[in-house]
């Protein structure tokens, strides 16, 4: 792996024209870049939740009798996930549907639990037994250990997030109510909108609104949760809305979300067009053409061209058909799937000084290769520019970078780096540069895996991410 990848986006639906599955299908196809392992649907028909999930890609996993099946009822919830390679398997896929004393509920989450090993073994000596080896499953279980001694599910939902500590966007289907709730910190994104009808709709970003023909309204609040019941009426509790600094993950408009979204007021692709500007401000070069690594590092590019005055070009040819290169299971069978998801245009950067945005540098490996087969296509000069700091310090909150030692930075300099992945040049956006691209956004962000400074740390985790 030589990318950042996030856990799973999450959709969920209140709409009393019956077409629930049909449009969670849509909006998980447009949300499938948050996560490409597996994905579900659960919808309720007569207070009855049936679901559906399994690994593979939205359009693996449902087929037109599929949906036809689930359609008609008046909620649905969906979920794309990436997970690490601890947790993956159909048993771990999501929506989770949950048969309890009070009945039954599913929900959806996007985000990591950092004390779910504590509240893993609290819930055992109580006798609770487990499916799966998901976080998901323990706010499932937080959440219906609430519900006995809470006089509605939004109530339970809004106390269980006094023992979940982490990231957590949620959506949670009831018999009666749909639920959407976003944890303290706001570290993962969670918007709603509106079907022209009247209708409810939730989703980590409104790329997913925007595939339904839905309106966006707003972001969820860090700390809120917003209830749907019958006739679309929204209820809103804030009982521990500004409990916490805000500290959205700043890598959502890097790297994590769709070019098209928005997110707490700001334009992805002007967050990324910024920060092309940015490093090229800082960073000058000599060189004929500018080209972008797909999909993410493309606004970057095109913010490096128009500061520095030198023409963007198409250097890749992306094949969208090939699975994620990082689940490949030894470093030769990954650099194949590179080969065939990702191909220089040689006609364009033949006999060129390219500088060469990217959106991070993981391990290195990656990089190595695409530097080496723009040189393949007869590249002069390769100069990479990525646009944002070293990642230095692993993330405990959904992006799949468990330690330190998986980093490059900790292993080379940056001249080391920059040998090692074999550019003529090699430069970073700085971290003030960072904190300035998304100057619209109405919320404060976490930057750990830049500074270390953690918004909370797991307490069996020392901070330098060693353990």
């Known amino acids: 792996m030589d990318k950042l990848h996030e856990e799973c986006g999450i959709f969920g639906i209140y709409d009393e024209s019956g077409s629930t599955a049909e449009s969670a299908y849509f909006a998980l196809m447009a949300l499938q870049h948050r996560g490409q392992e597996s994905c579900g649907i659960a919808v309720n028909k007569n207070r009855q939740i049936f679901h559906h999930k399994e690994s593979g890609l939205v359009n693996e996993v449902f087929n037109e009798k599929r949906i036809s099946e689930l359609n008609g009822g008046h909620m649905a919830v969906g979920h794309v996930r990436y997970s690490t390679l601890e947790k993956r398997g159909r048993e771990n896929a999501q929506p989770l549907v949950i048969n309890y004393v009070k009945g039954m509920f599913a929900v959806a989450h ?60 949620l959506i949670v289907m009831s018999p009666e109510k749909l639920i959407a709730a976003r944890d303290p910190r706001g570290i993962r994104p969670l918007c709603m909108g509106r079907l022209k009808n009247g209708g409810v709709v939730f989703a980590s970003e409104s790329c997913a609104l925007d595939a339904i023909n839905a309106e966006f309204e707003r972001d969820i609040l860090p700390g809120e949760v917003v209830v749907v019941v019958r006739g679309g009426k929204v209820t809103s509790y804030k009982d521990n809305c500004g409990a916490e600094k805000s500290a959205l993950c700043i890598f959502e408009y890097v790297y994590f979300a769709r070019t098209d979204s928005v997110i707490e007021g700001q334009f992805v692709h002007e967050a990324r067009k910024l920060a092309g500007r940015l490093l090229a401000k800082k960073n000058p070069v000599e060189a004929d053409i500018v080209i972008g690594v797909p999909d993410s590092a493309l606004g970057a ?44 245009i040689r006609t364009n950067v033949k006999g060129q000084r390219v500088v060469m945005v990217d959106d991070s540098i993981v391990r290195g490996t990656t990089s190595a290769y695409i530097v080496k087969s723009l040189r393949d296509a007869g590249a002069k000069e390769v100069h990479v520019r990525i646009c944002a700091p070293p990642y230095s310090y692993p993330c405990y909150y959904g992006t799949d970078i468990p330690s330190k030692k998986d980093l490059i930075i900790h292993r080379y ?19 003030d540069d960072l904190m300035k691209i998304a100057p619209n956004s109405a919320t404060g962000f976490c930057s750990a895996c830049f500074t270390g400074e953690y918004p909370v740390l797991p307490t069996d985790i020392v901070p330098d991410g060693e353990a």
């Open 110 to 169: 996007n985000g990591n639990i950092i004390n779910y090993d504590n509240l893993k073994k609290k819930y055992e000596k109580t006798g609770a037994i487990y499916q799966t080896e998901s976080d998901s499953e323990i706010i499932a279980y937080t959440i219906a250990r609430e519900r006995i001694n809470s006089h509605s599910i939004e109530r339970a939902v809004v106390n269980s997030m006094k023992h979940l500590q982490g990231a957590y966007s």
């Open 301 to 344: 590019a095109k913010g490096y061209s128009l500061e520095s005055g030198i023409p963007i070009e198409d250097g890749f040819i992306r094949n969208t058909y090939v699975g994620r290169t990082f689940i490949r299971a030894n470093q030769a069978s990954r650099e194949k799937a590179v080969r065939v998801k990702l191909n220089p």
């Open 413 to 431: 300099s940056i001249e080391e780096t920059r040998k090692y992945i074999g550019a003529d040049t090699l430069e970073y956006l700085t971290f």
